[in-house]
Nanobody, 118 residues
Framework: QVRLVESGGGLVQAGESLRLSCSVS????????LGWYRQAPGKQRELVAT???????DYDDSVKGRFTISRVNANNTVYLQMNSLKPEDTGVYYC????????????WGQGTQVTVSS
């Protein structure tokens, strides 16, 4: 089973930045689409950033222009650079594949908590 380990979260003030990392236990070289997901308190997990194998990226409107997703295949790591953080960015952040129709997610990691104070 693929293991995911997210890190880099923390408590920051509005306007500050964080860089999240996701270490994947297997090669991500052939993974078609990877994503970062956010689960805000009392809400369902949502996809906020997608990175496809061809380099195409897509972002939820709430983070567009502030967040950047990237990957380094050589060390099987996915990153999320988060700038100009807002209190509404608060939540637990997870990485996973962005599955195609009929395929399944990897087992979820423990996530990393991001808390943005106003």
């Amino acid at each position: 089973q693929v293991r995911l380990v997210e890190s880099g979260g923390g408590l920051v003030q509005a306007g500050e930045s964080l860089r999240l990392s996701c270490s994947v236990s297997e090669s991500i070289f052939t993974i078609k689409a990877l994503g970062w997901y956010r689960q805000a308190p009392g809400k369902q997990r949502e996809l906020v950033a997608t990175l496809r194998m061809n380099g195409f990226t897509d972002y939820d409107d709430s983070v567009k222009g502030r967040f950047t997703i990237s990957r380094v295949n050589a060390n099987n790591t996915v990153y999320l650079q988060m700038n100009s953080l807002k209190p509404e960015d608060t939540g637990v952040y997870y990485c996973n594949i962005v599955p195609e129709l009929g395929s399944a997610y990897w087992d979820w990691g423990q996530g990393t908590q991001v808390t943005v104070s106003s």
